[in-house]
């Protein structure tokens, strides 16, 4: 598992000197956490209240990060 | 005496709520950090230009290896959890002390970062960009440090024989603690050194 | 004495359990905590109270001539500070929710008894240094926006720090309530049997848990904004002033919300044991506390209406605020339907309960006037705003402390409070408070700005009233407080159930024993079984 890990960091950094795209690297980075938060913290094994106030901060986050963007990005006078 | 403390827990409920408390605590890291990831999203959005100049300044070098070193000892850690769920103490001290010294690996890199920075006159109020970086990186920093200090108590624990394969809660909990260091790294370093 | 003499079940009440103020402060018994709890945030309570009496004094004529602008710019700092941070968000929670919590769900304690006192501890500190820079003084207001209090002169810094130390109390203390909630409740107390104060309490818990660290950062990013010179909130290097108040509200709005359910609990509690009737829709109350939760974490701009904001964002939280009104309205109908065809008892729990269920539906509902775009362009940051606030807040929330006070009293500290005492004091509090607060909606309709010192000559006559029912309302704290304290010596000794309640901590003595049951019980019904022939 840390192979691949490690292998996948390295990869990403190769890709950057050419043409880049932020889904990717972001889509990467969600994977190796994945995979910490599944096997290295044994999330895989936890029952589901540890799941669910695993995943929920995730969700106040995207809640959080989404409507600023969209207050932000939707101003008629833009800051 | 007749402190009757007899409805103590069983020693496993005791374990499954002593780390039931600290994913809710990671919890709270994600939401702290998530204010300063929302910043950055906001910025980001606002002046991709700076955002792509700039973060040239950034060592990807540097970066690449601490997130090298980080995971790597995310793997340590795991392997001195369990370790010492099977009661084997020395391996569990050696894993707790490869992972301590990588933190001050981590740490090491970061200062000859930051004094690079400081050299050629970048400061946290250079830019938003570099003050992004500086609060992200600095905030992270801050519990790389935290994460070292519980691990080197559990350490000297360990050493003190406290822990065994009945008993190994606060090691566990100190590791599900220096995942999260890892975790939040990992998101960091595409968004702030790889983003071009 | 005639103790029992059968030797593991001598029952000492907890608060003779250890004696002296060094056993109190590190005691990791969650009864003694409460009460550290209780007395901390009255004490609080009464001192931001006498402020505002300071500032309706100011109010009674329209010049400045008690206080300049700039002290009555203190005042509400101090006022709203204080109140805040002091006294309603740690409030109804660390203290009734640190005693009740355990013996409700029949645990002997929470889960993590000694971060429960280091939470304590952190409460202290966070008061010790916000109040020191408070009195520096501060004049932010307590929502210290920038730009303002990134360059203003007081120290904000140092104001910012202590509101964090505080965060960081309210964060272990819901993370020790969830834990305990989840892994503690005794055999047979399953989710559906719960009291509902514990429903509550969860709900109010989970918004602690991962609302606070938002301020965190917020209040983490304003500090660098003042020490390194960071400019997320300065136009000048491309930061955003109004970012500020979106991280502010994304917590600030779920706060309000920690500050009213667990006082909606606490109603919960009341009603079925003085109406001698089942509560009515259990779960639609319990999951309403859920839902409330929820949806409080998607209305945080509707406190930014006018600062900016764009129209498209504007009017998505304007909807979403409107949801919000439907859970809390479940549990009005909810409430009134209990009380229809109960047998009423009017003691003074009862008596705040009741006033809690008109008065919070009155602030509820002008709620809604500021969710309304257009009307809130009108009343934003006028005096409707400040009588909406005060409704919830004193109306539902104080209403809701001051009843489980005379609830749980016998239960806490095994004595009886004159009980007409405290319904004189009841109907003070209750008149003084409407004479205060209901003439604020007209006079924010009419364009009184808030946190002003001074006001045209026109709105004198309402103001003037305002004033006179501060004092009112004063008097009767003033009564009840006494009437409770006095109680402490005087009162009688307690029975073990005096309202006839079936809830868990009801079935042990008044005070409890320190470990609280002798046995863990074993739950086999729920809570709100009254009225059944049995």
Not at chain 3, 318 to 344: D, E, H, Q, R
């Amino acid at each position: 598992m840390l192979m691949i890990l490690t292998a996948i960091t390295v990869s990403v950094s190769y890709v950057d000197v050419g043409i880049f795209n932020i889904i990717v690297a972001m889509s990467v980075a969600s994977v190796k956490a994945t995979l910490v938060a599944l096997f290295f913290m044994h999330l895989k094994f936890e029952d589901r209240i540890t799941w669910a106030f695993a995943i929920f901060p995730l969700v106040l986050l995207f809640l959080l990060i989404g409507m600023t963007i969209l207050d932000t990005f939707t101003r008629i006078f833009p800051v | 005496m007749d402190h009757s403390h007899g409805h103590q827990m069983d020693p496993g409920e005791a374990y499954s709520t002593s780390k039931l408390g600290m994913w809710l605590f990671l919890g709270t890291e994600i939401m702290l950090f998530g204010g300063l990831f929302a910043a950055y999203a906001i910025f980001r959005s606002k002046y991709p230009e700076m955002f792509l100049e700039q973060h040239r300044e950034l060592n990807r070098e540097m970066g690449a290896i601490n997130t090298c070193i980080l995971i790597f000892s995310s793997m340590t850690m795991a392997i001195g959890v369990t370790a010492i769920q099977r009661g084997k103490q020395k391996l569990t001290s050696i894993m707790l002390l490869i992972t301590i010294l990588c933190g001050f690996a981590f740490a090491g890199v970061k200062y000859v970062e930051y004094g690079a920075k400081f050299s050629h006159h970048i400061y946290p109020d250079t830019s938003i960009f570099f003050s992004l970086y500086f609060m992200l990186t600095g905030l992270h920093m801050l519990h790389v440090f935290i994460g070292i200090a519980i691990l080197s108590t559990m350490l000297v624990l360990t050493m003190k024989g406290k822990f065994n394969q009945k008993y190994s809660t606060p090691v566990e909990l100190g590791g599900l603690y220096w995942h999260l260091v890892d975790l939040i790294w990992i998101y960091l370093f595409p968004l702030l050194y790889l983003i071009g | 004495m005639a103790n029992n003499t059968i030797a593991e079940h001598v029952y000492v009440p907890f608060l003779e359990e250890k004696k002296g103020i060094l056993s109190w402060l590190t005691t990791t018994d969650h009864k003694k905590i409460g009460i550290l709890y209780l007395v901390s945030v009255s004490f609080f309570f009464l001192i931001a109270g006498t402020i505002a009496l300071l500032m309706r004094f100011e109010l009674l004529t329209p010049e400045a001539d008690f206080v300049s602008p700039h002290v009555y710019n203190v005042l509400f700092t101090l006022h709203g500070s204080i109140m805040v941070f002091f006294f309603i968000v740690p409030g109804l929670a660390a203290s009734f929710g640190n005693f009740l919590i355990p013996l409700m769900i029949g645990a002997p304690d929470v889960a993590f008894p000694k971060l429960n006192i280091g939470s304590y501890w952190l409460y202290i500190l966070g008061t010790i240094i916000l109040l020191f820079a408070l009195l520096k003084p501060a004049d932010t207001g307590w929502t210290f926006y920038t730009p303002y209090s990134a360059n203003t002169d007081t120290d904000v810094v140092l104001m910012t720090f202590g509101v964090f130390v505080l965060g960081f109390s309210s964060i272990l203390t819901g993370l020790n309530f969830i834990v305990t909630i989840h892994k503690m409740r005794a055999p047979g107390m399953t989710w559906h049997r719960l009291p509902l104060f514990i429903w509550a309490s969860y709900a109010t818990a989970i918004l602690q848990l991962l609302a606070t660290p938002v301020v965190g950062i917020t209040l983490l990013l304003l500090i660098a904004e003042r020490t390194l010179g960071v400019g997320f909130f300065d136009p000048a290097k491309g930061g955003d002033p109004v970012l500020f108040q979106n991280f502010f509200w994304f917590y600030s709005h779920p706060a309000v919300y920690i500050m009213i359910i667990p006082a909606m609990g606490v109603i919960s509690e009341i009603i079925p044991v003085f109406a001698r009737k089942p509560i009515f829709g259990y779960k639609a109350i319990a999951y309403s506390s859920l839902g409330i939760a929820f949806i409080s974490f998607l209305v945080w701009a509707h406190h930014m209406f006018t600062s900016g904001i764009s129209e498209v964002a504007a009017t998505i939280f304007s909807f979403l605020t409107f949801l919000v009104a439907i859970p809390t309205a479940i549990k009005v109908f909810n409430w009134t339907a209990t009380l229809y065809k109960g047998s009423i008892q009017l003691q003074s729990p009862m008596l705040y309960a009741l006033g809690f269920i008109f008065l919070f539906t009155i602030g509820g509902l002008t709620g809604l006037f500021l969710g309304a775009l257009a009307a809130d362009i009108h009343l934003h940051d006028t005096y409707f705003v400040v009588a909406h606030m005060h409704y919830v807040m004193i109306g539902g929330t104080v209403m809701g402390f001051f009843g489980a006070l005379h609830f749980w009293y016998p239960k806490w500290f095994g004595k009886m409070f004159n009980e007409t005492v405290a319904k004189v004091a009841w109907f003070l509090i209750f008149v003084g408070f409407n004479v205060t607060f209901f003439p604020q909606f007209f006079l924010g309709v009419e364009g009184m700005p808030r946190r002003y010192a001074t006001y045209p000559q026109e709105f004198k006559s309402l103001m003037s009233l305002s004033t006179y029912g501060s004092w009112i309302l004063g008097v009767g704290i003033l009564i009840m407080t006494v009437n409770l304290i006095a109680a402490l010596f005087n009162g009688e000794k307690a029975p073990q159930n005096p309202y006839g309640s079936l809830s868990l901590e009801w079935q042990v003595p008044s005070p409890p024993p320190h470990e609280n049951f002798h046995e863990i019980p074993h739950v086999t019904d729920w809570t709100y079984g009254y009225g059944k022939k049995s």
